[in-house]
Each structure stands twice: as structure tokens, then as C-alpha cells.
């Protein structure tokens, strides 16, 4: 490796007129070679001034400009193909980077075995006191998580199953190999994917705890996304990931476990009174409690609370006959409870697709999920505290016997 191969940034980038100046400023003040440097930005049809200040600004830098917004996978491919480094590193625009960033990511490729080809930043908020991210791990379900310690090694450079897709680097060529990021992702989840993917077909990633940058938090996702959306992305792209990357014997297994885990999410999620379902239960109406309490509970409650509990069972705003005629043919609920149902409609219409790429990573495969797990840190790590949740989820993980699955030894 020559002591500074060319390395090409690309940052994506849509309507972020905002987070421009400070992300490319920090860029132009790295210390790694400028004339090994190549700098690209993809915006994704924003309607701010953003490319008219980068053309501005920031004239040598090369933009890509998508006619709508393709999230984050596809344009970050597209860039990375016409890309001219050896290495690419790709950074969120809501990011500002140290001056050293870019060369702690190389040196410490450059120190490692050949099979390590792509690290990853150390995320701290923007004011620098709060760690975001110092490594990942992986959920049996398919969902990363970030963790905000170093994971325990002897190792200068830890090892980590995957970078954040915000701030890492990459080997261009194995990136293209290996298909990229996948685009059918869109956004969320995409670099846990990858990273599962490179330890499969023999590649490894580690974690530079030098190499830093700064981070405006949400900064983008909650401008672009809205919460249903957001959901949706999150437990449509865990199920991907799962479909193409589990062993057969290990998905045959977890990902029944998974489909039902999400069925019972969205059941609670959407405070439906399920006892309407329960044969031989005669519908009972309660008197309930008063104008003013009910208006003053509902304000309280109306942003976390499903609509047909507000109006079914809680508040009785509605007279009786009134409700029984509304409701007995529809059910009132929030759009964001059903995001992980439409999320396995999804799955079911891409099937064909998922089994495709699963053929060709399952064919390229150096690594088997049991040297892998280890690297989950913490499978049955879960996000959701419901009571009612996690009664069911620990006696899936029981009677299915998933522990076993994750044991350092045996796990058939």
C-alpha cells in the first residue's frame, strides 16, 4: 500500500443547506494530502440552495444531482462506482470531522492484516461530551444498536461487526464486489447489513477509537423521515438483513420468532381492544368519567395512545349506539402501530429478491455464523420495555430455545 493511497469522500446530502458549511470546512482542513483526495456530493433533489452553495463555495468538489430523493444506499453506490480512490469513506452531511480523521482511518488499515478493509469513526455529539457510537452490536432480530463504551479488547483497533455508515471507510473495490450498500434498504440499517456481510465472506471491520468526528444528532433523519416511516424502514430492513445473512438452520428457526415478536409489537402498539375477538364475551359499556376529565386526559394522551382505545373503551366519548355502529366494522388506530405490518408486506413482496442475494452471500460465504456471533455483543438486547412485550418475547426465546443458538459452544 503506498504511504497515501487516494481515498474518495462522498457525502449525500438532501436539504441540508444548513449542515453544509460545517461538514465540508472540516473537510478541507484535514491533514491527509489534498491531491490524494477526491471530493463528492450527491444531492438528493433538495429544494434549499445546497447545491447552489456548494457550487459556490466548495467549487472542487463534484456533485451527483438525483432528481428525488434515493436515500441513502443507493446514491452512496452510485458515488463509490464513479469514484476514482482506492478507498472510499463515506460521511453523514450532518458530521464534522478532525483534522486527523481521515489518516487515523488509513493508518490503522495499513497496520492490520490484508483481510481488514474497512474501519470505522468514534461518533461523539456535537459539543464533543457524549459518546454516540464506539462499536455495534446485533440483535437475534436482526436490529443494530450502537454502544457508547469501547468493546472489551486487547486490541488497538477492536474488532466490531459493523462501522456506521455515517463515518467509516472502505476498500473500494470489495465494497462494489460485494454488491454495496443494499439499495433496497433506502435508509436505516444498511451498514449493519454490510458489516455482517464483509465477516461472512472473510473480510473483517474494526473501529479506529482515534479517528473521531462530531455529530448533530437527527439531525437529518428527522427532517426527511416521518415516524411511521421511520418505523417501518427500521423493521422492514431488520428482516432483510436476516433473510440474507442467517445460516439456514439458524433462519429457519429465528425468523418465525421474529415475524410473531412483530405482530404482537404492533398488536400493543395500537391499543386494540382485543377482547372484541374473544367468543362468548358480551360487549359491556361502563359509564365513564366526566366532560372535563375526559378533555383533559385526551389532550394528555391523544399523541401515545391508539384511537380505538381512546374512543372504544377509555373515554366513551361517543353515545353507545353511536360507537357500536362505527366500530363494528372498522378498527380506529395510530399509523405508526402499523408499521411493522406493512413492513412484512414488504418482506413478502420482495422475497424474491432477498433469496437472490441471500443465494449469492451464502455462496461467498469464508465464515460461519457461529465465529460471528460473538460479535453480536448482546443478542437478545431489546428496545422495548412493554410488560406485555417482553412476557411474550422471553417465552418465545424459551420454549423455541434461542439461547442455545448463541452459546459460545454447540448452538446446532
Not at 491531491?35 to 429544494?47: A, L, P, T
Not at 436515500?71 to 463509490?80: D, K, S, V
Not at 481488514?116 to 468514534?122: A, F, L, N, P, Q
Amino acid at each position: 500500500m503506498c504511504e497515501h493511497p487516494p481515498v474518495s469522500i462522498i457525502v449525500i446530502n438532501y436539504n441540508g443547506f444548513d449542515l453544509l458549511k460545517d461538514c465540508f470546512t472540516s473537510l478541507k482542513n484535514l491533514t491527509y494530502p489534498a491531491k490524494s483526495i477526491e471530493f463528492i456530493m450527491v444531492d438528493n433533489g433538495s429544494s434549499d440552495r445546497s447545491v447552489v452553495f456548494m457550487k459556490e463555495n466548495f467549487p472542487d468538489v463534484k456533485i451527483i444531482e438525483n432528481k428525488k430523493n434515493l436515500g441513502f444506499a443507493e446514491p452512496n453506490n452510485t458515488a463509490a462506482s464513479m469514484a476514482n480512490g482506492e478507498y472510499v469513506a463515506f460521511l453523514n452531511n450532518d458530521m464534522r470531522v478532525t483534522e486527523d480523521w481521515l489518516f487515523k482511518m488509513v493508518e490503522a488499515i495499513k497496520k492490520s492484516p490484508p483481510d481488514v478493509i474497512c474501519t470505522g469513526s468514534k461518533i461523539l455529539n456535537w459539543h464533543g461530551d457524549k459518546v454516540q457510537f464506539a462499536g455495534g452490536g446485533l440483535a437475534f432480530d436482526g436490529r443494530g444498536f450502537e454502544l457508547s463504551s469501547l468493546p472489551v479488547s486487547e486490541e488497538t483497533y477492536p474488532a466490531v461487526l459493523f462501522a456506521c455508515g455515517g463515518a467509516m471507510l472502505i476498500k473500494r473495490d470489495i465494497f462494489l464486489k460485494l454488491g454495496g450498500f443494499d439499495p433496497k434498504y433506502f435508509a436505516y440499517f444498511e451498514d449493519v447489513d454490510l458489516g455482517w456481510r464483509l465477516w461472512i465472506t472473510g473480510y473483517r471491520v474494526i473501529l479506529v477509537p482515534d479517528s473521531i468526528v462530531y455529530h448533530h444528532h437527527q439531525k437529518t433523519g428527522s427532517a426527511i423521515f416521518s415516524l411511521e416511516q421511520k418505523i417501518f424502514l427500521g423493521e422492514r430492513n431488520c428482516f432483510y438483513s436476516m433473510i440474507k445473512n442467517y445460516e439456514d438452520k439458524y433462519l429457519a428457526k429465528l425468523l418465525p420468532a421474529v415475524i410473531a415478536l412483530r405482530i404482537k409489537k404492533m398488536l400493543i402498539h395500537s391499543k386494540l381492544d382485543r377482547s372484541d375477538w374473544i367468543a362468548g364475551k358480551d360487549f359491556i359499556h361502563k359509564k365513564g368519567p366526566g366532560f372535563y376529565d375526559i378533555i383533559k386526559d385526551f389532550i394528555l394522551n391523544i399523541k401515545h395512545e391508539g384511537f380505538s382505545y381512546i374512543f372504544r373503551r377509555k373515554y366513551n366519548i361517543l353515545p353507545c349506539w353511536l360507537e357500536r355502529i362505527i366500530t363494528r366494522h372498522y378498527v380506529l388506530t395510530t399509523r405508526p402501530s402499523m408499521s411493522p405490518f406493512i413492513a412484512l408486506e414488504d418482506l413478502m413482496e420482495d422475497l424474491d429478491y432477498l433469496f437472490e442475494k441471500r443465494e449469492f452471500i451464502q455462496s461467498h460465504r469464508k465464515r460461519s455464523d457461529r465465529e460471528i456471533f460473538q460479535l453480536f455483543l448482546d443478542p437478545f438486547n431489546c428496545q422495548y420495555d412493554e410488560e406485555e412485550y417482553l412476557k411474550v418475547r422471553n417465552s418465545i426465546i424459551k420454549n423455541l430455545k434461542l439461547s442455545d443458538i448463541f452459546l459460545s459452544e454447540g448452538g446446532e
